[in-house]
């Protein structure tokens, strides 16, 4: 027999929520053992990101036109803000038209001599983090896309 539970998995106020279920007993079980408690959140976190990955992709693939970043007409990203929750720092994050988490790095370099111009050169580079950290930056993203697809 099958039950299911509402477990808060961070501190996102109370927005965040998985359905898990589980047999009978089990959450008893786990609670008893650290290892089997420590593999259930683990199983949970890498659930959770996936899904908020498989929303994410669906937003930003969905959305158009896609934004500008900061206004640029030259780069198309959002900017990816994980809120004060996470102490890691990634840089920018955006999440790109194609759906997935970047670090984008900005390169200033001079113009043609004596012009006084500049160029930029951008990279995208693929964010590397835990499924942990990614539940931080998707939701950011996530949000964000939800706030500009309103404003459509």
Sequence with gaps: MFRFALISLLPLSGL?????????????????DPWQASALTDAVMERASKELRDILHSLAVNLRPFPGFMGMTTIQAVEADPGAQIAVDKGCVVVAPDGEL?????????????????????????????????????????????????QL
């Design 16 to 32: 965040l929520r998985m359905i898990v279920w589980y047999r009978d007993g089990y959450m008893n079980q786990s609670s008893n």
């Design 102 to 150: 970047y670090q984008l790095i900005l390169r200033i370099i001079p113009g043609p001599s004596g012009m006084g111009e500049v160029d930029q050169i951008e990279e995208f580079k693929a964010l590397e983090c835990s499924p942990k950290e990614y539940i931080f930056y998707a939701f950011g993203a996530i949000q964000e896309l939800i706030r500009i697809q309103r």
